[in-house]
């Protein structure tokens, strides 16, 4: 079983609504981030968290918008968005951040996105 | 410019044979790790293997190794003894010193074990 834990594992909304994306981990670990998966294609980042903050942003539209309440949870708050928004969203924590960073990303199972 | 590159999109292997996934990557910093991860079809992202850019050993972690070919800049995956769960896309990854937070994957390989 993943140590990382991600909910719900699917959801569907429509492009008015607002939802939100969760992710924690008991790890310990101090770097979180959010990956977005199309089908048949490889994970692409989003956005990273270190000790709480962003430290990463791949330019992602505002319509995605995350949160790190506590070094332990993740979310990403989802606000209009479109159907190409449809996806896999993964969830990853890693115990070191910056230059210490060598060790291995540990991924949740993701939440399945479908727009409408 | 493709960091990394998986020119196998799919592969085929017999049970209890031996394969080899290819990867290559293009960096031009001297310190960078490279990682292999399995995705079931639950998409949840197993990490396999990592070998450093400095390791002068290959990598092995039970049934599978790294062909690491620094001057060549390839990482190969090599799963010996395939199982019927083995059966799942591949990714190559890489990450760099200088940017050591983002992990960049490869367009993965899909590897089916048939009996």
């Known amino acids: 079983d993943t140590e990382v834990t991600q909910t719900p594992k699917h959801l569907v909304m429509g492009m008015t609504n607002k939802k939100s994306l969760k992710c924690e981990q008991h790890?310990?670990?101090?770097?979180m981030y959010w990956y977005k998966q199309k089908a048949k294609k490889p994970p692409e980042l989003m956005f990273v968290?270190?000790?709480?903050?962003?430290?990463i942003n791949e330019s992602v539209p505002s319509r995605f918008s995350p949160e790190c309440p506590n070094s332990s949870l993740l979310n990403l708050h989802l606000h209009a968005l479109q159907p190409e928004d449809s996806a896999l969203y993964l969830c990853a924590s890693s115990h070191f951040v910056g230059l210490a960073n060598t060790g291995e990303l540990f991924f949740g199972e993701g939440s399945r996105l479908t727009v409408l | 410019a493709q960091k990394i590159t998986q020119t196998q999109p799919g592969m085929f292997v017999q049970e209890k044979e031996a394969v080899t996934l290819d990867c290559t990557y293009d960096t031009s910093d001297p310190s960078y790790g490279l990682f292999w991860y399995k995705q079931p079809s639950s998409g949840e992202m197993i990490f396999l293997i990592y070998q450093g850019s400095y390791d002068q050993q290959n990598a092995t972690e039970g049934r599978y190794s790294l062909n690491f070919q620094k001057a060549r800049k390839s990482a190969n995956l090599v799963i010996s003894a395939s199982q019927l769960g083995d059966s799942a896309m591949y990714f190559c990854?890489?990450?760099?010193?200088?940017?050591?937070?983002?992990?960049?994957f490869g367009t993965g390989t899909r590897l089916q074990v048939f009996p």
């Open positions: 968290y270190s000790y709480e903050k962003l430290s």
């Open positions: 790890m310990g670990h101090r770097a």
């Open positions: 990854a890489m990450r760099e010193a200088y940017n050591t937070d983002k992990l960049i």
